[in-house]
């Protein structure tokens, strides 16, 4: 059974800081993603990755993912308050036949105080 | 990406009925899911919607209890029966694309058991 885990599960920052939220998976994998929830809303899609390597950047935020360590990890630089908010990444898996299924982390919940 | 959009956005339902939540994606898609996000928690798929065939469902989550219509390639119904305060959820809807590999969630449909 897949089972991918996140941490930290909490993450209070001061603004300006960086700080890098891990999430670690525990069999091969073919896609990882991460995405932002926030308070009463549905969930937004961040990145997907799709290889070994693969590092994608948007704004202050920059995901990587090692196939070898099952490891991803989401680096948040200079935070701002906008960025308060859960993020879950969330590892796909074929399940059978041409189906696919997604396994989510736990979630960091990250509060970025002024 | 895909425009989702689910209905209800919200209800509040007596112990021992049943609530159909529809999902309707602006464009045809292969793949559409059913999760359910409890309180404070991370989101757990609860079945496959398949079309033209029975869903696929997860450990834990049965046909009688969350029957699941998919007629066509934009639309598909989940029905939550015989409700208990336990199935006090957010429920959503997501949609993915065999390319880019996406996955994308509608808003969900926040269900209070009373």
């Known amino acids: 059974e897949l089972k991918v885990e996140q941490n930290p599960l909490f993450l209070s920052m001061q603004e300006g800081k960086n700080y890098t939220i891990y999430c670690n998976y525990s069999?091969?994998?073919?896609?990882l993603y991460w995405y932002r929830q926030d308070p009463g809303k549905s969930l937004e899609s961040l990145f997907v990755?799709?290889?070994?390597?693969a590092v994608k950047q948007e704004g202050r935020l920059m995901a990587s993912l090692d196939t070898k360590a099952r490891l991803s990890t989401l680096h948040i630089t200079a935070a701002v308050h906008d960025l308060s908010a859960t993020y879950f990444c969330a590892v796909d898996r074929k399940s059978g036949g041409s189906n696919y299924k997604l396994t989510f982390g736990k979630g960091t919940l990250l509060t970025v105080n002024p | 990406s895909a425009v989702i959009s689910q209905k209800p956005s919200r209800d509040i339902c007596q112990r021992g009925t049943s609530l159909t939540i529809q999902c309707q994606v602006d464009s045809q898609v292969t793949m559409m899911f059913w999760y359910r996000q409890q309180p404070g928690q991370s989101l757990t798929l609860i079945a496959t919607a398949n079309q033209g065939s029975e869903a696929t469902y997860e450990s834990g989550f049965v046909i009688d209890k969350f029957p699941i219509s998919r007629p066509n390639l934009t639309f598909s119904t989940l029905t939550v029966s015989n409700m208990s305060p336990e199935d006090s959820s957010i429920y959503l809807c997501s949609v993915s694309r065999t390319v880019p590999y996406e996955q994308y969630f509608g808003p969900g449909t926040r269900l209070t058991v009373t």
């Open positions: 990755l799709l290889s070994n390597g």
């Open positions: 069999t091969t994998s073919d896609r």
